[in-house]
């Protein structure tokens, strides 16, 4: 299953609502988690089966979608949220696949 | 607290092997599946293996299969990734990482290692 993430990188501002798209080859069912990595450190679980956020992550972020489209969405960008994201299928593994990323800079 | 931690990584001639380890901590280590993911230098993520919680059942990305080897230890709390026949393409960032389930069987990986670096280079 291949996922192609969009855009692969965008410039934006604190305060902007973002968003980002991610598309399967095929229907995933909703088995699908976003990460977010900041430079030299490990990715960091976001949201995962499409739309459940993580204990402990900001309610700015949201992520919706079924079948084979996603989306990530930053409500307000904060200074901390400068990063690149990643979202991952998990659908009848293996193998499971990543997109290829969206850097967010300022 | 839980945290993985990486080891056995380093500079290693194509076609070379090398054994990376991973040491888990603050959570029953044996109920858990764990994966292994790598990054290439400026690159996006790649998942490598998975290996079931008892160690019954591993899985490997078509890129790695027949090369290298996931393993763990429960009595010691270590996963192993036991690499051979390595190229230049397998020079990257590997990192372990936990896998859950919630109860709609929805995987996701919620720890991660900081990772461990393998340049394959002559």
């Known amino acids: 299953i291949q996922l192609t993430q969009s855009p692969s990188s965008l410039s934006a501002s604190v305060g902007d609502r973002v968003t980002i798209t991610c598309r399967a080859s095929?229907?995933?069912?909703?088995?699908l988690a976003w990460y977010q990595q900041k430079p030299g450190r490990a990715p960091k679980l976001l949201i995962y089966?499409?739309?459940t956020l993580q204990s402990g992550v900001p309610s700015r972020f949201s992520g919706s979608g079924s079948g084979a489209h996603y989306i990530l969405t930053i409500s307000s960008l904060h200074p901390e949220d400068f990063a690149t994201y990643y979202c991952q299928q998990l659908y009848g593994y293996p193998p499971i696949t990543f997109g290829s990323g969206t850097k967010v800079d300022i | 607290q839980e945290q993985l931690v990486e080891s056995g990584g380093g500079v290693v001639q194509p076609g070379r092997s090398l054994r990376l380890s991973c040491a888990a901590s603050g959570f029953t280590f044996y109920s858990y599946a764990m994966h292994w993911v790598r990054q290439a230098p400026g690159k996006g993520l790649d998942w490598v293996a998975f290996?079931?919680?008892?160690?019954?059942?591993?899985e490997y990305a078509d890129s790695v299969k027949g090369r290298f080897t996931i393993s763990r230890d429960n009595s010691k709390n270590m996963l192993y990734l036991q690499m051979s026949a390595l190229r230049p393409d397998d020079t990257a960032v590997y990192s372990c990482?936990?896998?859950?389930?919630?109860?709609?069987?929805?995987?996701?990986?919620?720890?991660w290692g900081q990772g461990t670096l393998v340049t394959v280079s002559s």
């Open positions: 095929q229907d995933i069912s909703g088995y």
């Open positions: 290996i079931s919680y008892n160690g019954g059942e591993k």
């Open positions: 990482a936990r896998v859950l389930r919630d109860g709609y069987n929805y995987d996701y990986f919620d720890t």
């Open positions: 089966a499409a739309s």
